[in-house]
Each structure stands twice: as C-alpha cells, then as structure tokens.
C-alpha cells in the first residue's frame, strides 16, 4: 500500500530564512515522488520530481528535495524564503497499478516580511 | 504547449441538479485524471481514464462519472448534487506511458451547490 504524511499543516518562515516542509512515505514498490505547489484558488504546479535518478532533487524557484530511502523521507527545502512562496505545498508518491497518485494532505507555508 | 484548460471556472448550481465539466489536456497527454479539493476532506481522487477507458477509481458514488474523448478531452459529470459536492474540482494530464509519471494539473472549476 501506498501513503503520504505530511508532519506539519502549517510553517511559518521569515522572509529570508530557510524553508524546510517534511514528507514520509509509504510504498510497498519503487516510488516516484513529487511534490507540488498551489497558491490560493490556483491548480498545482509540479515544484520538482524524484524518479530512482539522483536523490538529490533541484526544482523551480530554488526549492530542493532529498529522497532518502532507509528514513522514508522526501523533505523540501529552500535557502532563503520569498513573500511569493507562501502557499500550500503537497507530497505525492506514485506507485502501483498505472502510478496512480497519492498526495499527502498538505502543509501551508507562511511567510512574514 | 498549452496546459491544461478547464471550463467552465466557476459554477453555482442548486441541489439535486446535476453539472458536467470539462477538461481539456496537454496536446499529446492520453491520461487525464480529476480529483475534488475541499477544506476538510483535502485532494481526494475521483478517476483516471486513458484513451478512452477508465483505469483508476476513487472511493466515491456513483453519481460521480466521467468519460474521456478519442482527442482526449475528458468531462466529468454529476448529477443530483448534493450540498457536500461543493469544491475545487481538478483536472491533470499526463503522457500515460511508462517512464511518465507527473502529472499537469489544470487551474480547477469551482462549484458551489446551495
């Protein structure tokens, strides 16, 4: 069985500082995992993708992910927070019959100036 | 490319009608699969089809249904709405084929049942 825990609903950063949103997973095959991005009353945008290539994943607008196995972990990370990524962010594992996706249940970034 | 459309945006409809939306994928994306997103239940997945035919499906009733074109356009369709369906229904495409995995999710259509 395939699932996604996202341990924080809610991050609060300041501007500036680092951003680190956590992920576990759960996958009974190979996983790809993703995450993505969604701003207020907007679809989700792919942030960037782990597919059994190099762990270490780099996406759009500097966010980063590592896939690390023996933890179950797919955390993102970011250096240095903008105003424009405050935003809810997804975890999602593909895997299984069609890589079908399960998404995590969100964590909200928020950023003080 | 273009991404992915879905008409209409927003939609008010009352209980007990029903609603069909659309979707339209990126051009040379066979798969497209629809979810709901709501304050309490989250992203919840509804169905995925492929050319054509439905190979994944979500845990809800069948009032809920879809259907995919031969250019791949999807609609979904519900009927005898419930005040409960009220959401941000998604849309997303992919390749479908093996290697493929993300998905490209459309901007939603938000209805609302009163």
């Known amino acids: 069985a395939q699932s996604v825990t996202q341990l924080d609903s809610h991050v609060s950063v300041s501007e500036g500082t680092p951003v680190l949103l956590r992920c576990n997973y759960s996958s009974s095959y190979s996983p790809s995992l993703f995450w993505y991005v969604q701003h207020p009353n907007k679809g989700l945008q792919l942030l960037l993708k782990y597919t059994s290539a190099a762990t270490l994943v780099k996406g759009i607008n500097g966010f980063e992910a590592e896939f690390k196995k023996s933890e179950t972990s797919f955390h993102l990370t970011k250096p240095s927070a903008h105003m424009s990524d405050a935003a809810e962010y997804f975890c999602?594992?593909?895997?299984?019959?069609?890589?079908?996706?399960?998404f995590g249940s969100g964590t909200k970034l928020n950023v003080k100036p | 490319k273009a991404g992915v459309t879905q008409t209409p945006r927003y939609l008010i409809k009352t209980r007990g009608q029903q609603v069909t939306l659309s979707c339209s994928p990126i051009s040379g994306h066979r798969s497209v699969s629809w979810y709901q997103q709501t304050p309490g239940q989250g992203l919840q997945f509804l169905f995925e089809?492929?050319?054509?035919?439905?190979?994944n499906k979500g845990n809800f009733p069948g009032r809920f249904s879809g259907r995919q074109f031969s250019n791949s356009r999807s609609e979904m369709n519900v009927s005898t709405l419930e005040l409960g369906d009220s959401a941000l229904y998604l849309c997303?495409?992919?390749?479908?084929?093996?290697?493929?995995?993300?998905?490209?999710f459309g901007p939603g259509t938000r209805l609302t049942v009163t």
């Open positions: 999602v594992v593909s895997a299984g019959n069609f890589n079908k996706f399960y």
């Open positions: 089809y492929f050319s054509e035919t439905q190979r």
């Open positions: 997303a495409s992919r390749e479908g084929k093996a290697g493929s995995y993300e998905q490209y």
